[in-house]
């Protein structure tokens, strides 16, 4: 064990060269960050996680239930004991094929056994109730947790390493990794996404960022790449609160704010001035060293998830002008997000060929969640 842990803290690996542990220890003229300090993040996150969950109960459930947003789920498929057995043993998404067996089985259209199985898979996911509280309560958490400070990119890189840990740094920095650790364990009890992956990865490469920048002291550009991730994240929840809530008015200027703010900050200023410090203004003060370039590495990594998800705003934004055109603009409804768990048939009614579309049995177009039209207020 002693033997791993010395490979482990390899000096070579994660401080500049001729730069030792004992360099940074503390004195009674200056802290520096410590790597066993990050441990009570660890209890602190499970604190979090705790809090939120009777938050949502106590708070959030009776101000949604206030707000008369609905907490029944999904229409129910009508019971079925042939495609029960195929929907629970089989498969939860038949392909054409076993759809036409099923059918000539059954006796029932292709249509049908379709609309089927969407309402047996949206039948298990979580009411608008349990996502108005899923948000609201991100939305608590961030306002109280995130503080921004402000720093010349340079400064992040004069007298590197030998920079002092400030106690409000010290603090914010076991805050944050302890609410990424909470998201990290809260995400396999909330609302499953389709991007559940690329949120777990976002969320494994935020903690392994803030780890690694406390340890080998870059406290000061790792805040920096904090405060930046933390400028959207109240925004989007707002705008989530407010579909909910069926303002959808609130609901579309706050999408807007926060496409806007993403877009610039994840696409703009990150690689501009946070990309180019680490990477540039650090090489030409500091030079690269092994960890150096993992830290790097993990932020072109996030930077790639940037524009994936910044590709998706746009889509959800010309999808809904594109609705907008013969309607009401709804960027974030429920049924067209496309992060959204909850199916709806219109996306179905596309990729079926134009024979099979006449014959649905004239049920809401919908999953029974969501009416097909957006509503005015809707979220």
Request: charge should be neutral.
């Amino acid at each position: 064990m002693a033997g791993i842990l010395a490979w482990f803290w390899n000096e070579r690996f994660w401080l500049p060269h001729n730069v030792t542990w004992a360099d940074l220890k503390n004195t009674d003229e200056a802290t520096f960050p410590q790597a066993e300090d990050l441990y009570l993040a660890c209890p602190l996150a499970c604190c979090m996680f705790m809090i939120r969950l009777v938050f949502e109960r106590f708070i959030a459930r009776p101000c949604a239930l206030g707000l008369k947003i609905q907490a029944s789920g999904p229409q129910k498929a009508q019971p079925n004991a042939i495609l029960e057995k195929v929907f629970t043993a089989i498969t939860k998404h038949p392909d054409e094929k076993r759809l036409e067996g099923l059918s000539k089985q059954l006796d029932w259209d292709v249509r049908t056994i379709q609309r089927w199985f969407r309402q047996r898979r949206n039948q298990e996911k979580p009411s608008t109730l349990a996502r108005f509280c899923e948000s609201i309560s991100f939305v608590s958490l961030c306002l109280i947790l995130k503080s921004p400070w402000l720093w010349n990119t340079r400064e992040c890189w004069y007298n590197y390493p030998y920079q002092p840990l400030t106690v409000d740094l010290h603090y914010y920095y076991i805050l944050e990794l302890s609410f990424y650790l909470s998201l990290l364990f809260s995400q396999f009890t909330d609302i499953r996404r389709k991007d559940f992956l690329l949120m777990f990865l976002h969320h494994v490469v935020t903690i392994c960022l803030i780890s690694f920048s406390y340890v080998n002291n870059m406290a000061r550009v790792g805040t920096l790449v904090m405060c930046l991730h933390d400028a959207a994240d109240v925004l989007l929840e707002a705008a989530k609160m407010a579909n909910y809530g069926k303002c959808q008015r609130l609901c579309n200027v706050l999408f807007v704010m926060f496409a806007l703010v993403f877009i610039s900050s994840r696409l703009g200023v990150y690689p501009v001035w946070i990309l180019n410090s680490t990477v540039f203004e650090s090489w030409e003060i500091v030079g690269p060293y092994p960890s150096w370039w993992v830290f790097n590495v993990l932020l072109v990594l996030l930077q790639a998830l940037h524009t994936f998800w910044s590709y998706l705003i746009v889509r959800i934004a010309c999808r809904a002008i594109s609705r907008g055109k013969a309607g009401k603009w709804n960027p974030l409804h429920v049924s067209k997000d496309d992060r959204s768990d909850i199916e709806s048939s219109s996306d179905e009614d596309e990729v079926l060929p134009p024979s099979q579309k006449h014959q649905t049995n004239g049920t809401n177009g919908t999953n029974g969640y969501l009416s097909s039209s957006p509503c005015p207020d809707e979220h």
